[in-house]
């Protein structure tokens, strides 16, 4: 079998504190977004720090998706919420829970870097979702 | 800058129609449009064309066929903003003195299901993030959370816009549905179920402007786009999750809108709104000033929006009644209001209907406000 890919380049890595995604933040006026671009989009400013941030984050708004989206790759149901990130960051990603009743506001979530499907010539494709805490 | 005025609209249905070609269901529009104007070829100098899907030349596929090319035209694509950012456009051009006559058109025939769109990279794709009623119930649910909107708050929305389509012939569902039949839908995306939110489909819209005077008058045209913070802390941008105190792209539009026609909220009359989900009518009243912040879930539960309210919302149905041709929707409410600002609207006319609001929002965070006048 193939060595694993990740969904596309820039997205996240894995150092010692865990798995992290690559945010970045800007010299100018110090918002962080994600993913990193060399251009802050809150204030137009040239030159960004890449800053990585995670595992650990916040569930902010979560619902579920029962049938499957255009391109999707992954299995259905899934999971789909804005996570808080350290620094106020919120990103939109796919959850690894489904189920609505064990899911709640201010949850305590954690970043996975994991297979979500695999290509037509056997290579893991490795995407990133939160997982609550506790599971 | 000189007034711009409606010289004629013309609709074709919203639905579906699998025998006939996008370029027909633009065609019946503009022909319509141009009868309603008494204008015929060479009477106006420029067209723009609202379209997402409609695919290269789609306006001048449509002149072509009607033998009224040779002019300018240009296809504009602005989201579910299209025909709206096609008429801004084309009213700067009568506004300006550059052209006395401009044709505006919109049309669409949307593919079944979730919308596919290139907006979002392949691999968001691939990660199922381009699920597009997901991000519709995220901001349900902040709504809901943040300003005691119910569940029962939306199935209301929807059976009120159900109820006014039944009067409008050009609607797609033209069926009154329950506040009951509604919640018990099959879930899309939890808080959202089926009968809360529009069906893409087909249609199209023209509008003819005008620098000669006539009885309705296009008083604003208002484009703006979101501010990073307005959505959300990456490159997605999406209406309607904003971070506090930065404006969203319809508040700026608004406040853009009112404006340049001299009027407040509570000046208006009539209002079509954006309803692609029944919580997207709340938060559409909530920018646009209909209610207080926050104060949506009331304004449904006092029959906010509702005909024979002050401020009677969507009285053609909306796109929960009509379903949303993405470049047809806006210029769809314009024939709308142009026929309640005429008193022509028939059996959901509002009565003495004198000022009007158009709002319409989508992908890209692109809004459009338009306020046709008596």
């Known amino acids: 079998m193939a060595a694993a890919r990740p969904i596309t380049g820039g997205l996240f890595v894995v150092d010692e504190e865990g798995p992290r995604l690559v945010a970045a933040r800007c010299a100018a006026c110090g918002k962080p977004h994600f993913p990193a671009g060399p251009v802050c989009p809150y204030c137009g400013a040239d030159g960004t720090v890449e800053t990585r941030v995670g595992p650990a984050a916040r569930l902010w708004l979560y619902t579920a998706v029962l049938s499957r989206p255009p391109g999707y790759r992954g299995e259905v149901p899934y999971g789909f919420g804005v996570v808080e990130l350290a620094g106020g960051l919120r990103v939109i990603a796919r959850l690894t829970e489904a189920r609505m009743e064990r899911l709640a506001p201010g949850l305590a979530m954690r970043l996975v870097i994991e297979p979500l499907f695999t290509d037509d010539d056997g290579t893991p494709v490795l995407s990133y979702a939160f997982r609550p805490e506790e599971a | ?374």
């Open chain 2, 1 to 374: 800058m000189r007034p711009v005025y409606v010289a004629g609209v013309g609709l074709h249905p919203f639905g579906r129609f699998a025998e006939r070609s996008l370029t027909a269901l633009g065609a019946d529009a503009v022909r319509a449009a141009l009868a309603d104007a008494g204008v015929g070829r060479g009477g106006f100098q420029a067209a723009f064309c609202g379209t997402v899907y409609g695919g290269v030349a789609a306006g001048h596929k449509v002149l072509t066929a009607l033998g009224l090319s040779g002019v300018a035209i240009v296809n504009v694509e602005a989201g579910c903003a299209s025909g709206g950012a096609a008429l801004a456009l084309g009213a700067a051009q009568v506004a300006s003195g550059r052209h006395e006559c401009v044709l505006v058109l919109g049309l669409e025939k949307m593919p079944r299901g979730i919308i596919r769109s290139s907006f979002f990279e392949p691999w968001r794709e691939e990660a199922g993030l381009a699920a597009t009623p997901a991000y519709f119930a995220l901001r349900a649910q902040r709504l809901m959370r943040e300003s005691e909107v119910r569940a029962e708050d939306l199935a209301r929305v929807s059976a009120t816009n159900h109820r006014h389509g039944v009067a409008n012939p050009d609607a797609m569902y033209r069926k009154a549905l329950s506040v009951d039949e509604i919640l018990a839908s099959p879930v899309v995306c939890e808080p959202l179920r089926l009968l809360m939110l529009c069906a893409p489909n087909e249609g199209a819209a023209a509008v003819v402007l005008s620098a000669r005077p006539a009885a309705v008058r296009v008083a604003a045209a208002a484009l703006r786009s979101h501010h990073a913070g307005s959505v959300l802390g990456e490159h997605t941008p999406l209406s309607g999750l904003a971070d506090d105190g930065v404006p969203t792209p319809t508040e700026m539009a608004a406040a853009d809108a009112y404006a340049e026609a001299g009027v407040g909220p509570a000046d208006l009359d009539v209002v079509e709104l954006q309803d692609t989900d029944a919580a997207r009518q709340i938060l559409s009243a909530e920018e646009l000033g209909l209610c207080a912040k926050r104060g949506g879930g009331r304004w449904v539960r006092d029959g906010g929006g509702e005909m024979g309210s002050d401020l009677p919302v969507n009285p053609s149905g909306g796109l929960l009644s009509k379903g949303e041709p993405l470049g047809a929707s806006a210029l769809g409410q314009i024939v709308e209001l142009t026929r309640q600002l005429r008193g022509a609207a028939g059996p959901r006319q509002v009565p003495g209907a004198r000022v009007a609001l158009a709002h319409t929002v989508g992908r890209g965070a692109r809004s459009c406000v338009i306020v046709p006048t008596r």
